[in-house]
């Protein structure tokens, strides 16, 4: 580390997350719509030349990625096919079949607090011997008569109610009295502190239905009702192809070459987005090397990087068509990532071709990555939600804009940073808003694309 990044990183650790924002937030006179002080280069909002010819429109293209599993042969379901896997690699996969309860809950009546099992009206001859949780039948109860039990043991048979410990005295004889704070002092209601058997479901009630999400709360759900594996959707298996020979895995950037940003960026997004990530390779500029990497490759879908273009060395495009892919989306009406394409390679198996420009190919994944992996594991779709947007935004002509946005109370703030080789925006960003052609005005509605880790959900599970 230099000493200016040492430096760096001593200011960082004083930076509260403002601090952090107000280095990528709109300041002083910059219009939001800025990619950066002085911004220009880098393709502002209505850079990139005219709109591709055949772009498809953004929303529509997202439906396409959606809908491609389900109409390409096989599974008209278009999710992968279920397997049955332990409840510990369970969490964030979707449930092919309905829960249904395997036993009552609880399977036996149960004690709901620490005190005595209590027979009939008090006082109560204390037996000996207490009941623990984890125990199995004990002899019933006679009328007058009560145990120690506690929370989670089971009844005997013939008991009436449960004392709790705090409500019940015993004299030096051992007799049980309940205690004034019973209110009616020797009386407790019939049933009162016992949970009966089969009061939260009975064996084969429905728990929850088919298409449920694992969360933790389900795991534990499962397990109490008896499962040690549930049937869902396996995780779609991703491969990560970064093209480009221009690229360094370590150290500072030199003589053209940068670092690979995207090597770093992708496995864990989309782990996030459902994925396992199988492969993560870096393939060089020769003209057979991304197709022998593709013959080489068994994933459900092969995201690459780079190589969308029409430059010398872009093999995206070439590669396809010698495999005889079929082009399902060929460029998106949106900015950045407009040279974005998705293909299937054949049946079952998809390729996802994100831009080189970093901010591109994020623009790709949640336009094109994020359905069709939503669709292959089954994935509830997220919630759409709009908020509005505290400054204005420059919009393309034609094309729709993704635009980093920072969420504050129910604003959404605009970040800058946004050109399409940056990441400088999102990396402070909380949500992608969506900005139509031509652009949004202070305070208007603006669609909002969480990041998969920003709402806390589910998704974030990156392991
Ligand atoms: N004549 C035209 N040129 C370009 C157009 C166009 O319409 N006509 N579109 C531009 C746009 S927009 C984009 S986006 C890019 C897409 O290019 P490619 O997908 O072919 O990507 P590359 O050329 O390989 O790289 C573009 C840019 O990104 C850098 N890069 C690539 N990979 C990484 C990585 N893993 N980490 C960091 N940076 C990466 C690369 O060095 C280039 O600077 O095409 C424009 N050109
Ligand atoms: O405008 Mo490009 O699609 O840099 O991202």
Redesign the pocket.
Known sequence: MTARAARAGEDADDLDVEEALALVKDAHDRTAGDHAPGGHGQ?AGT??GSAHRDATEWTEARAVAERAPRLGGGRSTGYLTPVAVPLGSALGLTLTAPLLALTDLPSFDTSAMDGWAVSGPGPWDVREKGVLAGHSAHAPLTDGEAVRIATGARIPPDTTAVLRSEHGRTDDKGRLFATAETRAPHTVSHGQDIRPRGQECRSGDQLLPVGTLVTPPVLGMAAAAGYDTLTVVPRPRAAVFVLGDELLGEGLPHDGLIRDALGPLLPPWLRALGAEVVDVRRVGDQKDALLKALTSCDADVVVTTGGTAAGPVDHVHPTLRRLGAELLVDGVAV?????MLLARIKEGRYLVGL?G?PL?AV?GLVTLAEPLLRTLAARPAPEGYTLPLRDAVQGHPYDTRLVPVALRGDRALPLLYNG?AMLRGVAAADALAVVPPGGAKPGQDAELLDLPWASGGIGVCFT
Do not use: L, M
Not at 335 to 339: E, F, L, S
């Open positions: 393709g850079s990139g900015r950045p990532g407009h040279p831009p420009n591109a623009s399409p």
